[in-house]
């Protein structure tokens, strides 16, 4: 009797660990597809990032294009060189000190994704909005300064953790490159 009531408890073991390891599969599976929606996704932005000659269209294509390729709300950028700075956003372009870009920049030290209680600065009267939010710094040679990328969405965070930041990574990297390419041609 023994016997039996060790194989019955043996095969509710199994059936459990059976049941946890097809949820965790199914979440496999789903950050999986979502990783790869979104690396096509980053794909297509730096796509539309190379037909940009100039700094005003790569402002352009960041603020107003990636929204809709990366499947967010808003997008907005803020550049910094020397004492001179400033904010884009979808609704223009804002002067501000080249301090608090940097002060941006310091914070962001590499991208993250986070949730947001409203009112995030770099996307200005919008900002009140957003409930998640990607800063990327962007990386410029020097004597060019420095920058953040900022992604945002009305949609909170999912419970649990946040996944990898690498596509943010590569939109930052890329961005980086363009705004520099830019530049070094005006000098």
Do not use: K
Request: glycine share 10%.
């Amino acid at each position: 009797m023994n016997v039996l009531s060790f194989e019955a408890a043996a095969r509710r073991r199994l059936e459990r660990r059976l049941a946890d390891l097809s949820t965790a599969n199914a979440e496999l599976s789903h950050y999986a597809a979502g990783s790869a929606g979104m690396a096509e996704a980053a794909h297509a932005a730096c796509a539309a990032l190379l037909t940009a000659e100039t700094l005003p269209q790569i402002v352009r294509t960041v603020t107003h294009e990636w929204p809709s390729i990366l499947g967010i709300e808003i997008a907005a950028l803020a550049l910094a060189a020397q004492e001179e700075a400033f904010r884009a956003g979808p609704a223009g372009i804002q002067r501000l000190s080249a301090r608090r870009v940097r002060a941006w920049y310091g914070a962001a030290g590499a991208a993250q994704v986070r949730g947001s209680m409203g009112d995030v600065p770099l996307f200005g009267e919008q900002g009140s909005a957003v409930r998640t939010v990607g800063i990327v710094p962007l990386r410029l040679d020097a004597p060019l300064g420095c920058g953040v990328l900022a992604l945002g969405s009305r949609a909170s965070l999912a419970a649990g953790p946040v996944g990898g930041t690498e596509t943010l990574d590569f939109l930052g990297t890329a961005l980086s490159r363009m705004i520099g390419r830019c530049l070094l041609a005006i000098h």
